[in-house]
């Protein structure tokens, strides 16, 4: 006797990723990626401060099919800081994998498939402003008092405190 198939609370929709999963894995696998996993938990993997510099471009593997290549994709002022790194990144790697997948790391600055592929996106720097004194706001509103509208006084006051500020720290 055969059993009544449970009935779908979906109506006849899927998922998003459901289907997508066949295409994301079939891409990724010409890149030379069987465990997808790599690509879309990099930052988990490698860790934050990795992630930021690098990105994961091609895994090749060689003819004998052991040992393959994990290559790397940086801009020129970080390569060095990722060459030293090279045997930390090839053990996250292959924790991911969950066995010895990768044998080296390559670090390029332009993709293996050409020109267009090689750009790396470029995160800005975080940088510490340092806020005009009391008394670099002060003179800055002394010196746009005379003008009627409140919100462009208030304006050329902070453009004022702004300049008379980097003009002091210089």
Known sequence: MKQPRPSSTTRGFSRAATLMQPRIRKASEDRGFAVTRLLTHWTEVVGEATARIATP??????????????????????????EMQKEQIREKVNA?????????????????TGFSDGRVE???????????????QIAASDLSEGVESDDLRAALAALGANVIHKQNSK
């Open 57 to 82: 471009v091609n895994v090749s593997y060689g003819k004998g099919g052991m040992g393959a290549t994990l290559t790397l994709l940086t801009t020129g002022a970080q390569a060095p800081m990722l």
């Open 122 to 136: 470029f995160a800005p720097a975080l940088t510490k402003k340092k806020k005009p004194s009391e008394a670099v």
């Open 96 to 112: 991911c994998y969950g066995y010895r997948a990768i044998s080296r790391v390559r670090v390029t600055q332009t993709a293996p």
